[in-house]
């Protein structure tokens, strides 16, 4: 805890509900905090005092505007959440499945009995009465048992290989093993190693770029050993040796440890790396155009990154998994802006409609995203 | 024996069930893929046979003396201790950084060099981190450390493009007038730490590096 909770503190005995005080302290913080008793003490409690505001920067109306926020979000959690509120909507939907489901399995094999208590009750009568009747047929040679369970089969059977066949040639989940662990985990997520150190060419071209193995050696003729991170795991569960990894890469690049001046980086030999995101080759995609013009994070197409040891192909990288995304990426068309890409304002039409209120955004669909020769030509 | 085989194919069934991995590691097969496969070598695929005995590689260097469209000269000197000198004669050709060109060696700044350096320059990246971090040696401190401020902007250019001690070269993954840039980003961070400071003059900078030549 950093300091005093903002909710309710307008209520407090020292504040009572006057604003003037508030701003006050926002923009006298350092002198206040020397001369009046209240906030020394909570200096004290809290060991630090938050910043001072210039009145320019946070005008009074802004310090009322958070205030009002407080109290607004301090009265909604303070409210009793009905029954089936919020959070709980979510599950709700996925447990009726589930209860119809049971319900309706209940059903069916009531049914199966009652079928088959009324073929035995009949089978009874028909003793008592002193009818002679053939044999009836045992339940699994019955036509009307064997054509239920081939319908079910058919729908179950055809659901599964209608989604196999949808997922032919598409290889969401790929994880291939590597010739080295490599853990972008270990790399770019404890490390915090930026994505592009590595795949810089992302930013300047279509492929996203593997490293050669120079780049590697820029932080590995210093780091030979794998000491100070957590435990490293194949997905099978097989523990790795970091260390024994960085070793693999020295073998790739010439380079020994003991003896580093008399790395020779001509002699690496490249690494061959698996590649895992393919697409066909009628499909043309540029890395630059997404992360440089269209500002998409990497981990918006691969997944949390800095989370996986080994990578997997987090996306289906499927044509309609592009189309959507096209129709809901909004196009930043503030291009007034330094940061802005003046590319857009050749959109005037657009631009209008924005003026005048008929449209509230642009997505990559208005501006040609779903052209069939953006990207298969 | 009908029982043994059913009891047989049940067995055989949960086999296959429970050996299945949830771990794909094979990326599957394609049912008639047209035009799915390049008929060209792609960039990243595999390498076939007769390119990977021709020696050719998916990532390898320019030809050499060639220089990309729109890019500047190449360095001049070699990467010995006598271009180590010399590289202290060397003036940064770009003109100082308008505001975007700022923006823009900023960016590349934290993305190559923050990593070792840190954000603010102070030798203390995630990578370091206080003696936390993986690596074992200590980054320059860009702002405040005098072999830094007081080394020419060739110099300090030479060991971006070279490497020096520990510090791989940045060649490979800056082009040349991405590197002056960067040498004008700390320069101006220094300018900034020192309230505006003039730079030291050439002479002087070139003595402090030919010390520490000497030094090691």
Known sequence: MTGPKLGGVIDKEYYAGDMKKIYNWVYNVNNLVGSDPYYAALKKQYGSIMTQFEKNSLPEKDIDAIFSYVAQEVANNAKPKAPGESTETATSSSQNAVIFGVISLILAVIALILMQVNSNLKKMSDDAEGIMRPEPVPFYRNKVYIAMVAIVFFVVGGYYVTKGAIGLQRQTNYQPEQPIYYSHKVHAGINQINCLYCHGNAWESKHAAIPSVNVCMNCHKAINEYAKGPKLYKENGEEVNGTAEIQKLYDYAGFDPKNAAAWDPSKAKPIEWVKIHNLPDHVYFNHSQHVRAGKVQCQTCHGEITAMDEVKQFSELSMGWCVNCHRQTKVDFNYDDKKGNKFYSIYEKFHNDIKSGKMDSVTVKDIGGLECQKCHY | ?216
């Not at chain 2, 990977?52 to 590689?57: E, L």
């Not at chain 2, 990532?59 to 060639?66: A, F, I, R």
């Not at chain 2, 060099?113 to 320059?121: D, P, R, S, Y």
């Not at chain 2, 902007?153 to 590197?179: E, P």
């Open chain 2, 1 to 216: 024996m009908k029982r043994f085989l059913i009891i047989a194919g049940f067995a055989a069934a949960g086999i296959v069930m429970v050996s299945c991995n949830k771990v794909r590691r094979s990326p599957g097969s394609a049912y008639m893929p047209d035009m799915a496969y390049s008929v060209a070598y792609e960039t990243y695929a595999p390498a076939a046979e007769r390119l990977k005995q021709s020696g050719a590689q998916y990532n390898g260097q320019p030809v050499p003396g060639t220089i990309a469209r729109g890019e500047m000269a190449p360095y001049k000197y070699k990467n010995d201790s006598a271009g180590y000198v010399n590289s202290a004669g060397v003036v940064n050709p770009l003109p100082a950084l308008d505001a975007n060109q700022y923006l823009e060696a900023a960016r590349l700044y934290l993305i190559n060099c923050g990593i070792c350096h840190g954000a603010k320059l102070d030798g203390n990246g995630p990578l370091y981190n206080g003696g936390n971090g993986p690596f074992a040696a200590a980054p320059r401190n860009l702002v405040s450390d005098p072999v830094v401020t007081g080394m020419a902007d060739g110099t300090m250019f030479h060991s971006i493009t070279y490497g020096k001690n520990t510090m791989g070269s940045y060649a490979s993954q800056l082009t040349t007038s991405q590197r002056w840039m960067i040498v004008h980003y700390i320069r101006e961070k220094q300018k900034a730490a020192t309230g505006g400071a003039p730079k030291p003059a050439v002479d002087s900078a070139a003595k402090a590096v030919v010390d520490t030549v000497k030094k090691g």
